[in-house]
C-alpha cells in the first residue's frame, strides 16, 4: 500500500536551520503538506506544494520537493523555540499522513 | 472564524462503557475526517464523510467503532464497548471541496482514557 515515512526526532539548537525530511510513494498526490502539531493541539496546516514545483519558500520555510525520487523536505531558517512541536507531512492522494518528527530545539 | 470544534477534551472512563465523540465541522466544509493518533500507530484515519455520507470506512479498527453524520454541522464517533487499547487521541478534521484541492483543518482532539 501507500506510505510516507519520516524519521522520528530532530534535535537543533536555536538559530540553526532544520530540515525535516520525508518520502511518500504515491505518485499521483498532486498536493503535498507540511503540518504542525504542538502539545495538546490538533494539526495546523504549515505549508504546501503542487507537485509541479520543485521549491516553495515561504519566510523561514522552504519546501523541496524531488519527484523522481518521491522525497519532501521541509527547512526552518533560524530554528526557534516556539518551532518545538511534532511535524508531519502528508500527500493528498490516499490521505495518508507520515509518522511524524518530533523537533526539539535546544538554547 | 470558529475552527472544528470536538468535545469532550479529555474523557476517561472504565472498559465495557460506551464513549461517544462530537465533532462540529467549519460550516461550509463538505467532507468530514475522523483519524486516531497513537505513539505505537501514529495517525490513523478512520473514516471520513462527503456531504454527510460515509464514504470510506476501512480505517474503523473494528465493530466496536461506529460514525454518524446525521447532518452538515454534526458527527460523532462512537466506541461500545470500549476497551483500554482504544486510548488514544481522537480527531476530527473537516475541508472544503474533497481530498485533494484543499487541505484539512483540524480540531484540538479528544483525549481518551480507557481503564
Known amino acids: 500500500g501507500e506510505d510516507v515515512e519520516q524519521s522520528l526526532f530532530l534535535s537543533v539548537r536555536e538559530g540553526d536551520s532544520s530540515v525535516i525530511n520525508c518520502t511518500y510513494t504515491?505518485?499521483?498526490?498532486?498536493?503535498l503538506y507540511w503540518y504542525k502539531q504542538e502539545p495538546g493541539a490538533g494539526l495546523q496546516l504549515l505549508t504546501y506544494?503542487?507537485?509541479?514545483?520543485d521549491m516553495k519558500q515561504d519566510q523561514r520555510l522552504t519546501v523541496l520537493l524531488n519527484k523522481k525520487d518521491k522525497h519532501l523536505s521541509l527547512r526552518i531558517a533560524d530554528t526557534q523555540t516556539g518551532d518545538s512541536a511534532i511535524y508531519f507531512c502528508?500527500?493528498?492522494?490516499?490521505?495518508?499522513f507520515g509518522t511524524g518528527t518530533r523537533l526539539q530545539v535546544f538554547p | 472564524d470558529a475552527g472544528v470544534i470536538q468535545s469532550p477534551r479529555h474523557e476517561v472512563t472504565e472498559m465495557g462503557q460506551e464513549v461517544t465523540l462530537r465533532c462540529k465541522p467549519i460550516?461550509?466544509?463538505?467532507?468530514l475526517f475522523w483519524y486516531r493518533q497513537t505513539m505505537m500507530r501514529g495517525l490513523e484515519l478512520l473514516i471520513y464523510?462527503?456531504?454527510?455520507?460515509?464514504?470510506?470506512d476501512s480505517g474503523m479498527p473494528e465493530d466496536r467503532f461506529s460514525a454518524k453524520m446525521p447532518n452538515a454541522s454534526f458527527s460523532t464517533l462512537k466506541i461500545q464497548p470500549s476497551e483500554p487499547r482504544d486510548s488514544a487521541v481522537y480527531f476530527c478534521?473537516?475541508?472544503?471541496?474533497?481530498?485533494?484541492?484543499?487541505?484539512?483543518?483540524f480540531g484540538d482532539g479528544t483525549r481518551l482514557s480507557i481503564l
Open positions: 460550516s461550509g466544509h463538505d467532507y
Open positions: 464523510f462527503n456531504n454527510n455520507v460515509p464514504i470510506d
Open positions: 478534521a473537516s475541508s472544503f471541496r474533497g481530498i485533494g484541492n484543499q487541505p484539512q483543518h
Open positions: 506544494i503542487f507537485s509541479n514545483m
Open positions: 504515491d505518485s499521483s498526490s498532486t498536493y
Open positions: 502528508a500527500e493528498n492522494g490516499e490521505l495518508i
